[in-house]
RNA sequence: GGGCGCGUAGCUCAGUGGGAGAGCGCUCGCCUCACACGCGAGAGGUCGCUGGUUCGAACCCAGCCGCGCCCACCA
């Protein structure tokens, strides 16, 4: 049986990703492997929780990238044989999941308002049976090698739970209250939403100025709104206190047009003499800024734009019901009419968007829940400052630090269904309030019904649980025990804020430390244009298209050795390299395993090459394992390509395949030794192409997947055998390119003799020359080759070529004779740069003379 | 307004004090019994600009030009 399959691999000239990814990927879901027990301490064991993408996700190409990163950091520890858990699962993901699921009904013709809140929820939960797993088995395509028994949900019963503790935790600390506040309200998604999830763009709109009376004068301010609508809601005026146009008006009312009101004149040093007339209209209720002021002042806050985006009847009989961009209009043609309208010019400024529905923000107060997050961010911020949490690169350090010193209270209700719906109770008769982590019968105090609080919680609010809810919290279970704290988190900066440091304070206050000791933060993969990747503007690059292309590996490897510290383009060209990697390492592969004579795979170096080789192999093993640990994925996957393609297969393979088809078994040994090794590095990064290599390597025992990753050897480094194999390199490459600028037949073996030194064997094969020891005239010379005279090389190309290479020489010699005659360089350069720079000048010299001769 | 980062070969990117690198593309030569998704050899760069520090600068410092991202309450 196993020589049919090698039968078949000897026809087999190229590695086809296809034939094999979904095959191994069921082979290693059928072994168990990605499923760890529950057993020992994290400090032992490895974990890492995904970031876990929205039910209504679909892979993307910061998806792949990140999941490149974290599967090779677990392979490689799984490999190293530690209990590894890599965390599954998906965020509930509440506007967005509640938006697919509204628009689904929609076009059934149906509204949630009519089916009401629990058949809606049911529907939710009925798609996400049905759909919600597409990403994760987008995941299996990518090859991650994830817990896929384990998988979760920030809506599990058991998450449900651990949300529930944390809120009545931090509502008995006096942290998480219920306030009227101005919020960002969001009429695409009909909610409130944070801070975070406003995106401010550059808005062209019209500056409205706008004549104030002063009460009893003649005189009028004058205002500049954008949002001329909003007046309706004014409650003051305010000028710079240091400002002596207003100073004598400051206590004094003018009289709010349309409305009549009369409103006090005020100072606040947030005004601005400079902008404008120097004059703010003061509207608490839909301004943030004047809700500060507002709150300074104790000034009325006024509501005229309700929830729905329409006037309310605060704003007056004549505009209530109009939508806010309806009143605008109808409120500047009312000025317009009763000449208060002084001024209207374009003017650009920015603006605040939601970045969920898309609809720009309308500033309002409204009753919510918000949770103060000092007293959690403080614990949060130390463990930063002592790289307790360590954030790569670590410019991110100081960011995260900036902000979680001016973090604010952040509100955690939403007026959505979908979600952890907020466990508050309340007793209407008797107004008690009841906070607890299950539904209380009755009001303690009256006997009477209780009415659950209808909004749900920020999604951020669970996902900042994720790292230890998933593993049982707060319960104390094993896994809890074996798994926390992870053992690091790759994710993009963009939820650096939204999510990361949300991880860290929740970690710390609940499960009693961090939840990760690394953090590191990946770039950005562009668009082939530069332009940011996004559904919307079609620029999106589809990473499960790549691997049907190019296969797994090969989008693996190429994200990997895109990725960057800075943001990159998506390079085509990189991922290509890694499709000629797996092919490359395939057809090597099939060279050893269908050529080596049958012996255990062990170092056994007979050859000063074979020193070499092992001597390479461990260097590149140290070098790439270093580079995988400290996140420098681009040149550990860059160090492995170059290993393996010029040094094992331009170099070693060629060297050795005499020895190799004469079936000698000592390269033999040398080579299965190797070829395991490098399969063992670079599975963690290239996982299909090398199980699939594995399975026909004679000391296969079981899955590559779970084998051990190589630690280097350091007792088969070999300095001087890399130095004597370097320089026999050198010298065929040399050689070649003398054959080349004569135009000497490319397959004609040409005579030469070598003086002085023997060269190595290989270097008369690989370039084709015939050292022997005829005495006659050299034509030229090439290091210690002297070129002899032959019918098939043109002697006039010899002499250019000489005469060329002469002047190359001198121009060493004066660059080198000029640096050692500068009595400067030789003073303050240290000793070893100038002896280094003598040794040249030597060799060079020697060289020119003996082309002189 | 504040902060971070980038500008290196035609393209995409490495390189952070001692002679400019990779992949792709390009030119020339090879179907050499693992691979033409291959092999061999090349061409191609005033390292954005200007000054400074240094024996020596792509790299350190200052200024300028161009580009990107993040944070921030100028109506």
Known sequence: MADERLKALKEKTRYESAEVERRLFAEWIDGGYFHPKAEGTAADNFSVAIPPPNVTGVLHMGHALNGSMQDALVRMNRMRGRNTLWTLGTDHAGIATQAVVEKMLGEEGISRQEIGREAFVERVWAWKEEYGSQIVEQYKRLGASLDYEG?????????????????????????????????????????????????????EDTLYSIDYPVEGSDRVLTVATVRPETMLADTAVAVNPGDERYADLIGQHCILPLVGRRLPIIADEHVDPEFGTGALKITPGHDPNDFEIGRR?????????????????????????????????????????????????????????????????????SLQWFCRMDELAKPAIEVVERDEVRITPPQWKRVYLDWMR????????????????????????????YVAEEAPERCGACGGELRQEEDVLDTWFSSAL??????????????????????????????????????????????????????????????????????????????????????ADALRFGLLAMSSTQD????????????????????????????????????????????????????????????????????????????????????????VKPRLYEGEAEVSATLLWALERLLALLHPIMPFVTEEIWSYHPSRQGHLAVHAFPEPDESLRDAGAEAEVRAGIELTGRLRAWRDLVEAPAATVLPARAEGIEPQEFVGRLARFEFGDDGGDPVAAVGPVKILASAEIDAEAVAARLEARRKELRSEVDRAEGKLGNEKFVDRAPAGVVAEEREKLERYRAELEELSE
């Open 406 to 433: 001016e973090i604010r209270p952040w509100c955690v209700s939403r007026q959505l269904w979908w979600g952890h719906r907020i466990p508050v109770w309340y007793c209407d008769p008797c107004e008690e309030t």
């Open 297 to 365: 002042h104790g000034l009325e806050e006024i509501g005229v734009i309700g929830p729905d985006g329409r006037m309310n009847e605060e704003a007056g009989k004549r505009f209530t019901g109009l939508a806010a961009a309806e009143a605008q209009e109808a409120v500047v043609s009312a000025l317009r009419g009763e000449g208060s309208l002084r001024a209207e010019e374009p003017y650009v400024h920015s603006v605040p968007f939601s970045e969920r529905s898309g609809a720009r923000i309308e500033p309002l107060i």
């Open 568 to 655: 990159v383009r998506f390079s085509d060209a990189k991922v290509q390299q890694g499709a000629d990697l797996a092919n490359k390492l395939w057809n090597a592969s099939r060279l050893i395993l269908l050529n080596v004579a049958e012996v255990d795979a062990a170092p056994r170096p007979v050859g000063i090459e074979d020193r070499w080789l092992l001597s390479r192999l461990e260097a590149t093993i140290a070098s790439v394992t270093a580079k995988l640990e400290e996140y420098d994925f681009a040149h550990a996957a860059q160090e492995a390509y170059a290993f393996l393609w010029s040094e094992l297969c331009d170099w070693y393979l060629e060297i």
């Open 466 to 551: 994720w790292p230890f809810a998933t593993l049982g919290w707060p319960e104390g279970t094993p896994e809890l025990r074996a798994f926390y704290p992870t053992s690091f988190l790759t994710t993009a900066r963009e939820i650096l804020f939204l999510w990361v440091a949300r991880m860290v304070m929740t970690g710390i206050e609940f499960a009693g430390d961090v939840p990760f000791r690394d953090v590191y933060v990946h770039s950005v993969i562009q668009a082939r244009d530069g332009r940011r990747m996004s559904k919307s503007l079609g620029t999106g690059i589809d990473p499960l298209e790549e691997i049907d292309e190019h296969g």
């Open 151 to 203: 998988e979760r949900f920030t809506l599990d019963e058991g998450y449900v739970r651990a949300v529930y503790r944390v809120f009545k935790q931090l509502y008995d600390k006096g942290y998480i209250y219920r306030d009227n506040y101005m919020v960002n309200w969001d009429p695409g998604s009909h909610s409130a939403i944070s801070d975070l999830e406003v995106v401010n763009r550059e808005v």
